[in-house]
């Protein structure tokens, strides 16, 4: 099994809710979030996707998050836009737009802070 990491960043704010009180309020972080993708063969060329494909894709999804009020965007219009819930949100979307059949997205992990993170794990 081959597994290849991509790192990208984005800022946000959001508001959860029936979490610790101080969560509650308005508040933003420069979240880290690192994305696996695995499989088992490589192709031709000796790698197991293109890194320049999966950053791609991952910008595309940065691109929705990035300075936007998260409570606010569809996604997460009936879930807490948590880091759980946007770990989530983001493996489901690279899943969606990678157009490699031999890899499949391993997990996300969303970093909030230096020494906080959630993975979701497919």
Not at 10 to 19: E, G, I, N, S
Not at 33 to 61: M, P, R, S
Not at 76 to 102: C, H, M, V, W
């Amino acid at each position: 099994m081959f597994e290849l990491k991509v790192i990208d960043h984005f800022a946000a704010a959001h508001q959860l809710k029936m979490v610790a009180e101080k969560c509650e309020n308005l508040h933003g972080h420069n979240w880290k979030v690192e994305v696996y993708v695995a499989g088992e063969t490589l192709n031709t060329a000796g790698v197991l996707v293109d890194f320049g494909e999966v950053k791609d894709q991952l910008t595309e999804i940065m691109l929705t998050l990035d300075h936007k009020f998260l409570n606010e965007l569809e996604m997460f219009k009936e879930d807490n836009p948590s880091s759980e819930n946007i770990a989530r949100y983001i493996a489901t979307a690279l899943s969606a737009g990678l157009k490699e059949d031999q890899i499949n997205v391993s997990r996300v992990t969303v970093w909030e802070s230096e020494n906080a993170s959630a993975t979701y794990i497919l």
